[in-house]
C-alpha cells in the first residue's frame, strides 16, 4: 500500500512539474526576452523533459504493477488515448526545445537570444497548444480511471 501511494505520489509530482514548467516557459517567453528570463526559460525547459521522462517511466511502472494492472489499461481506449496526447505533447515540445538549447551559447557569453517575430509566434502557439493538450489528459486520464469505455 505505500509503495503503490509513493509511486503514485511520484507519478503525481511528475504531472505537476510538466504543467508548471510548460507554464512557466509560455508565461516568460517574449519576442525580446532578457537574459534572465531566457536562462529561466532554458532551465524550465530542461525540467519539462525531466518531468516528463519521470512521468512516462513512473506511470507505466504505476499501470503495471500498482492500481488495476495492466491488462485493464491496454483495454482502455482513454489509456491510449491520454498516451497518444502525450506523445502529441512531446512532439510539439521539440522545436521550442530545439531554439532553446540552441540559446545556450549565447546565454553563457551572457547575451540575450534575438527571437525572429516568426519565432515567437510559432514558439508561442506551441507551447499554448501543448497547455490545451495537457488539459485534455487530464479529462482522458479521469475517464479512463472511471473505466468509461469498458
Avoid at 81 to 89: P, S, Y
Wanted: overall charge positive.
Amino acid at each position: 500500500m505505500i509503495a503503490s501511494s509513493l509511486v503514485a505520489a511520484l507519478h503525481f509530482i511528475a504531472a505537476f512539474g510538466i504543467a508548471a514548467t510548460l507554464f512557466l516557459e509560455w508565461l516568460t517567453f517574449s519576442r525580446t526576452p532578457t537574459l534572465a528570463e531566457a536562462k529561466r526559460i532554458a532551465l524550465a525547459d530542461r525540467w519539462y523533459g525531466l518531468f516528463a521522462m519521470v512521468l512516462l517511466v513512473v506511470g507505466f511502472v504505476r499501470a503495471a504493477q500498482f492500481e488495476k494492472g495492466w491488462s485493464f489499461y491496454a483495454h482502455s481506449p482513454f489509456f491510449h488515448l491520454k498516451l497518444t496526447l502525450f506523445v502529441l505533447v512531446g512532439l510539439l515540445s521539440i522545436y521550442p526545445t530545439v531554439r532553446f538549447i540552441r540559446w545556450a551559447p549565447m546565454l553563457k557569453a551572457g547575451q540575450t537570444p534575438k527571437v525572429t517575430e516568426r519565432e515567437y509566434t510559432l514558439i508561442s502557439r506551441l507551447l499554448a497548444a501543448q497547455m490545451a493538450l495537457l488539459v485534455l489528459i487530464v479529462i482522458a486520464a479521469s475517464l479512463m480511471a472511471h473505466a468509461v469505455g469498458l
